[in-house]
């Protein structure tokens, strides 16, 4: 299994970007998604994540008070992918971005990373 994330780069602020993150490989059930970052200097911290299960069979999302009415996290569970449009971009939020998911394969169930996409917010 591997995680392939994509769509950052340099935007100024207040401007947006979409983040995707594919998983390819034999995969029997994914379960939660989610976006982390990490700044330099800082601790890796949660963005957003969405669960597998809702109402609305779009999952559960919770997202850090800092990204709240910015950011919005979306799943597409037909093409194992997960989703971050991020708008009003501002340069706290430059960090490299990493994708988890929490996959089940046949042979096992644990948490699979993508390789980071750097996202620098900058005039």
């Known amino acids: 299994v591997q995680l392939q994330a994509s769509g950052g780069g340099l935007v100024q602020p207040g401007g947006s970007l979409r983040l995707s993150c594919a998983a390819s490989?034999?995969?029997?059930?994914?379960?939660?998604m989610g976006w982390y970052r990490q700044a330099p200097g800082k601790q890796r911290e949660l963005v957003a994540v969405?669960?597998?299960?809702?109402?609305?069979?779009?999952?559960?999302?919770n997202y850090a008070d800092s990204v709240k009415g910015r950011f919005t996290i979306s799943r597409d569970n037909a093409k194992n992918t997960v989703n971050l449009q991020m708008n009003s971009l501002k340069p706290e939020d430059t960090a490299v971005y990493y994708c988890?998911?929490?996959?089940?394969?046949?042979?096992?169930?644990?948490?699979?990373w993508g390789q980071g996409t750097l996202v620098t917010v900058s005039s």
């Open positions: 988890k998911m929490s996959i089940r394969t046949y042979a096992s169930s644990r948490d699979y």
């Open positions: 490989g034999v995969i029997f059930s994914i379960g939660a």
């Open positions: 969405i669960t597998s299960g809702g109402i609305t069979s779009g999952g559960a999302i």
